[in-house]
Nanobody, 125 residues
Framework: QVQIVDSGGGLVQPGGSLRLSCRASGFTVDYYAIGWFRQAPGKEREGVAC????????YYTDSVKGRFTISRTNTKNTVYLQMNSLKPEDTADYYC??????????????????WGRGTRVTVSS
């Protein structure tokens, strides 16, 4: 059974850091595109970053480039999203998802087949 557990959210001051975790079971993260999405109050869900299963390339939306890093560890079957230099506009519910489109060159799709329940990130002083 495919299951995704995303965690690591919390309250952090502007300029701070958080690391989100996406632990997968029932499948191996190496074989599927893994993406992080977020949805802020009153806004549409947006793709933040993803890891391609084909060539290991990564994609980041412009607003997080240079601040966020997506990585994975095969031993723990987990994908991480390291978030540095956080800004109030990063406040959102963050979701990990698997099995969709991701390309370092062409971006990430919005349709993924498997989703975590989300973890809330609040950036505020």
């Amino acid at each position: 059974q495919v299951q995704i557990v995303d965690s690591g959210g919390g309250l952090v001051q502007p300029g701070g850091s958080l690391r989100l975790s996406c632990r997968a079971s029932g499948f191996t993260v190496d074989y599927y595109a893994i993406g992080w999405f977020r949805q802020a109050p009153g806004k549409e869900r947006e793709g933040v970053a993803c890891f391609s299963e084909y060539d290991g390339s990564t994609y980041y939306t412009d607003s997080v480039k240079g601040r966020f890093t997506i990585s994975r560890t095969n031993t723990k079957n987990t994908v991480y999203l390291q978030m540095n230099s956080l800004k109030p506009e990063d406040t959102a519910d963050y979701y990990c998802a698997a099995d969709g489109f991701c390309s370092g060159e062409y971006g990430m799709g919005s349709h993924y087949d498997h989703w975590g329940r989300g973890t809330r990130v609040t950036v505020s002083s």
